[in-house]
């Protein structure tokens, strides 16, 4: 809204002065000019902030849809789509070696960067993976850490990444995606982004 009101008082001090000047009076027709300019200018960064805004709060984006999951591949891209989904488009699937046990990597403007790491083992995910992918996140600069797991966690796991705020999920072979804990939930129902557009709002108005 700043940035409108910032927009209407240029165009119309350069409209006022550009139809009240004289023939001779070229001065009054730089700035006239100039106003418009300054005008058009806020108008256009002011469209193209509250835009990204828009995209990054919006809470319209449909969930992934559940598919077969046949190997660690197809579960690291599984993994990568909902990791977009929650709040980095950009995310993508390393499928490398040498990533320092992280299978998904994303980076946003306002959430930060994020680092996954998917698990498709018969054997529950343990407090170790999560300690070593913790690291591996700093590592690369992730604010925002998550692991995906095909046959859950164990208790110990689960009470660190709660300490730590890691997300952890549990995915299935039919490709449906359940958080496991309070971290994990805030990230499925995309609660960051939503205090994040709030906090954005707050910071307008100021």
Known sequence: MLGVFMFGPGIAVGLALLLGLGESDAARVWLSLGGIVLGLVILCVYLGVTQGRSTAVSSSTPAPEPRLVRDADESEELAAEWVRYMGWPK????????????????????????AAQVKFEAKKTGRPVVQALYGAGAGVDAQHRMLFSSAGYTSQAADWADQMGVGLFRFTLDGSVEAIN??????????????????GEGSSDA
């Open 91 to 114: 995310a993508v699937a390393t499928q490398a070696s040498g990533d320092s046990g992280i299978d998904v990597l994303g980076t946003d403007s306002r959430l930060g960067g994020v």
């Open 182 to 199: 309070r971290a994990g939930e805030d990230y499925l129902k995309r609660r960051h982004v939503a205090r994040l557009g709030r906090a």
